[in-house]
């Protein structure tokens, strides 16, 4: 979800270098400047001893670069009246029914997400419904997947998680985006299998790639979809 470039010569030009945070690492050996293809956010990862002028004029060779890359940033969608969000990877008109006795928060139904209440509520209680639903689907996926293998999480649970799709600690907690709700179910079903196989395989040898393959409807699919349109997931909300 983020894009690097790495140092090498170019020509200098204008950036507004306020744009472009610099975060030092000791053990970094170069120069890296990267862009988050969700947010247009930019940093410099920079050895300790680099100066300031340095990294101004790194940045500056890459001006260009950077600016194609921000260009790249679909545009946001807030989750109000009118907008189409995908909800299991089709779209969707979020419609608002205004304020009606008996009728449900959201209602998902016939290719729309018809969210009651008061119009300014709207994103609150669809962003709400969506995170419950990922919730959900993503935790009876992961149960089913783990019995699959003899194992039990500690726990699953959803978060908006900026650089992965899930993950799984050393205590077996499973975490995942919500926003995969959004995206299709084979790349739902594609990183809960990923997360269920650390369960047994804390590792990314050929022995994890064989059981997440195993139990994955279809892991090629899943990765190729997230890797041409996982990016577009974050524009929502």
């Known amino acids: 979800m983020t894009t690097p470039y790495s140092c090498h010569r170019g020509d200098e030009a204008d950036v507004d270098l306020s744009s472009v945070t610099v975060r030092r690492h000791p053990t970094a050996r170069r120069l890296t400047l990267r862009v988050d293809q969700a947010t247009g956010d930019a940093w410099v990862s920079a050895p300790p001893q680099v100066s300031e002028r340095d990294i101004a004029s790194f940045v500056r060779r890459y001006a260009h670069w950077l600016a ?6 679909p545009d946001r969608v807030p989750l109000a009246d009118g907008a189409v969000v995908p909800l299991l990877g089709q779209p969707h008109l979020v419609r608002h029914v205004g304020t009606q006795a008996g009728r449900p928060p959201v209602e998902w139904a016939k ?16 962003t ?10 993503l935790s009876d996926l992961s149960m089913e997947k783990a019995a699959r293998i003899a194992r039990v999480p500690a726990r699953v649970s959803v978060r908006d998680t900026r650089t992965r799709w899930g993950s799984c600690s050393h205590t077996g907690r499973l975490t995942f985006c919500w926003r995969l709700v959004l995206a299709p179910e084979v ?21 994890f790639w064989r059981l997440c393959e195993a139990l994955a409807d279809d892991m ?18």
Request: without cysteine; hydrophobic residues 45%.
């Open 111 to 126: 290719g729309e997400l018809r969210v009651a209440g008061a119009v300014e509520f709207v994103g609150r209680r669809l």
């Open 220 to 237: 090629a699919t899943g990765q190729a979809w997230l890797k041409l349109h996982g990016a577009s997931l974050r524009r929502y909300g």
């Open 68 to 73: 194609d890359r921000r260009a790249r940033v």
């Open 128 to 137: 709400d419904f969506l995170k419950a639903e990922a919730r959900r689907r």
């Open 187 to 207: 790349v739902q079903d594609y990183v809960v299998a990923h997360e269920v196989a650390h369960l047994a395989e804390m590792h990314h040898g050929p022995a």
